[in-house]
């Protein structure tokens, strides 16, 4: 493998494993800001435990994510050196604003969270925790902007050979970024209510703390059916921005390769790219594509053979993302319907009970395939159709490269391996463990 594609990789690999921390903890901290908001009202104690309980599952998580998310932008500039120097006045901008005016308040008020228990007013206690979730979200917010430029590129001049900042606001404001933005949000929100789903149902089972479980199960119930619907509804959104911004994307996640009207939606299908065709298409819905893009029947949907091979992303492992993605998708809108209704009952429904903890790691499996689609979806392009990936990578040894990466496998398997420890333990153990480790 050439420094190419081991930085390719080494890149895919720490954003993976960084990214099974960041959703949790963006939807954990509105999740934990509401709990203590509640008890912060009524002064009922049970909420004060739900609060110390899942905030101390947040902290572990938050943990270990920020450390890899520190190594993951430390690749801009060990592996993507020549990205980083063409695009630097643009991309570094938002990637400061993130660390100064959100990673600091967030992380200065987590401390004052955790450590303020007794100390604080209840109200001015639970004001910590939504600073620390609004700073969470503000962050991500930076970085998914940062990250729609790489996929839209607006608001820069080149100059000098290279890109210039020359509209700030254009940026941070474009539709693209917006999207994307509460797309992500989302999918964070559906896997912390599957997250606190599945370890109530997992105690509910067991008769531990049936009341407190009750109660945290009813609040991630109405938590995880409005945001499946939200997130399903959003994604149609995202796909018509496709149309016009990534054209190549759209035609490779529905495996379309001929420019037409009324093009069909193909429910089941076999993409064989080495001859620009589909080898299976089955269940097709009529005009589906066309509508899904431009809102018309008769609108045109731009083919893959409209574009050369090499600006083309990789076919298959784009349309099997949003396949599986799509299909992730409405099982957590059945899931989320299913423990809505019954939340009143939950404690009769056994089996499905026993079903929502292994549950827990679906989520984490849709918002990872999110981003094999985005990601692999705007190749051969890092910034789409301003520099492609190729002409990013730094000029080292692919020796160099292969240590890092080895290290990195090492590191990352070390840390996950004692964050899901952690949070196994402690959830296991219940509020009552929680409550004590908080006075």
Not at 17 to 25: D, E, S
Not at 56 to 84: K, P
Not at 295 to 306: H, T
Request: net charge positive; aromatic share 14%; glycine share 6%.
């Amino acid at each position: 493998m050439d420094v190419l594609a081991l930085s390719r990789l080494q890149f895919a690999v720490a954003t993976c494993f960084h990214f099974l921390f960041v959703p949790l903890t963006l939807g954990l901290s509105v999740l934990v800001a509401l709990m203590e908001t509640r008890y912060a009202r009524t002064g009922d104690e049970d909420y004060k435990r739900m609060a110390k309980f899942w905030g101390r599952l947040f902290l572990i998580n938050f943990a270990v994510g920020l450390v890899t998310g520190i190594t993951l932008e430390f690749q801009f500039g060990t592996n993507w050196s020549r990205y980083s120097a063409y695009v630097g006045d643009i991309f570094g901008s938002l990637l400061a604003i993130e660390a100064t005016a959100a990673f600091f308040l967030e992380s200065t008020f987590i401390a004052v969270w955790h450590f303020g228990w007794n100390k604080l007013s209840r109200k001015a206690h639970a004001t910590t925790i939504w600073l620390v979730a609004i700073a969470s979200n503000l962050s991500a917010f930076w970085i998914l902007v940062a990250n729609a430029w790489m996929q839209h590129p607006v608001g820069f001049v080149l100059r000098n050979g290279r890109a210039e900042l020359s509209d700030f606001l254009a940026i941070v404001t474009q539709r693209f970024a917006i999207l994307e933005f509460v797309h992500t949000l989302g999918g964070a929100y559906l896997t912390a209510g599957f997250f606190v789903l599945g370890i109530s149902a997992w105690h509910l089972v067991r008769k531990h703390e049936t009341d407190f479980f009750q109660k945290s199960f009813r609040i991630a119930a109405a938590w995880t059916l409005v945001f499946a619907l939200f997130e399903i509804a959003q994604g149609h959104m995202n796909a018509e921005i496709l149309h016009t911004a990534q054209p190549t994307k759209l035609a490779a996640m529905e495996a379309h390769w001929n420019t037409g009207r009324h093009v069909p939606m193909h429910l089941i299908a076999w993409p064989d790219a080495a001859h620009e065709r589909n080898a299976v298409e089955a269940l097709s819905l009529p005009s589906g594509l066309s509508l899904l893009a431009t809102y018309s029947a008769n609108g045109e949907v731009k083919g893959l053979k409209d574009y050369p091979a090499a600006d083309r992303p990789p076919v298959l492992p784009v349309f099997l993302s949003f396949r599986a993605m799509v299909g992730l998708a409405f099982l957590f809108l059945a899931v989320g319907l299913w423990a809505f209704l019954r939340r009143r009952r939950i404690t009769e429904q056994h089996r499905f009970l026993r079903i929502l903890p292994w549950l827990i790691p679906l989520p984490y499996l849709g918002n990872e395939l999110g981003w094999m689609l985005a990601e692999l979806g705007r190749q051969p392009w890092i910034v789409y159709g301003l520099m492609r990936t190729s002409d990013a990578v730094s000029p080292i040894a692919a020796s160099q490269v292969g240590i890092s990466l080895g290290a990195f496998f090492l590191v990352y398997a070390l840390l996950g391996a004692v964050d899901f420890y952690l949070l196994f333990t402690f959830a296991r153990k219940g509020p009552e463990a929680a409550t004590a480790a908080a006075k």
